[in-house]
Nanobody, 122 residues
């Protein structure tokens, strides 16, 4: 499995921006389809975005489409989530995850980071 470490979370006002990073180690990063998920208190973990092995294909949840952008740099073994126009409902712990095949389902991802907190104040 690949090891994942997220960073970049924090407190931001409504309308602000943050960029999350997820550094991978342990296995060949470019072999993995990468995703971002989030979990708010009292809610189930939900899909946010995903990106293909080469970065040529992306997929987003409707709730973040047009505001968030997922990207990856295989030379740096890192995947990013650029978040703009943030809303209070974006507040959650954000996790990056790795899968061997394309999916928006958490159960299909077999490696997870520890999460990074994003809080959007109103």
């Amino acid at each position: 499995q690949v090891q994942l470490v997220e960073s970049g979370g924090g407190l931001v006002q409504t309308g602000g921006s943050l960029r999350l990073s997820c550094a991978a180690s342990g296995r060949t990063f470019s072999n993995y389809f990468m995703g971002w998920f989030r979990q708010a208190p009292g809610k189930e973990r939900e899909f946010v975005a995903a990106i293909s092995w080469s970065g040529g294909s992306t997929n987003y949840a409707d709730s973040v489409k047009g505001r968030f952008t997922i990207s990856r740099d295989n030379a740096k073994n890192t995947v990013y989530l650029q978040m703009t126009s943030l809303k209070p409902e974006d507040t959650a712990v954000y996790y990056c995850a790795a899968a061997l095949s394309p999916s928006s389902r958490a159960r299909n991802y077999n490696s997870w980071g520890q999460g990074t907190q994003v809080t959007v104040s109103s």
